[in-house]
């Protein structure tokens, strides 16, 4: 593990998270935890910037759907079977 000429200390709830993790493994965790954030801030910062640039594509315009003649409906059966009692 590389030295660091700097130490930060910090004050958290006792229920944070990291407090689930054995003493002594803590400051690695932690540390990873802050260099992942650090991490999706930049690539956060790198998507706001695509998307500045961005330009749209049009899309061309849609085609009206032919009616169709069956209907996607449910058939009443005990109605369908009456109906051809009827004719019968």
């Known amino acids: 593990m590389p030295k660091f000429s700097k130490r930060l200390t910090l004050r958290l709830p006792a229920n944070h998270p990291i407090f689930t993790y054995p003493e002594g493994a803590r400051a690695e965790i932690a540390r990873s935890w802050i260099n992942n954030w650090l991490n999706i801030g930049s690539e ?11 330009t749209p594509v049009e899309k061309p315009a849609k085609q009206p759907e032919e009616p169709s003649n069956i209907s996607t409906s449910q058939i009443d059966k005990k109605k369908f079977l009456k109906n051809i009692e009827d004719i019968l």
């Open 44 to 54: 956060i910062k790198s998507i706001q910037s695509k998307l500045e640039n961005f």
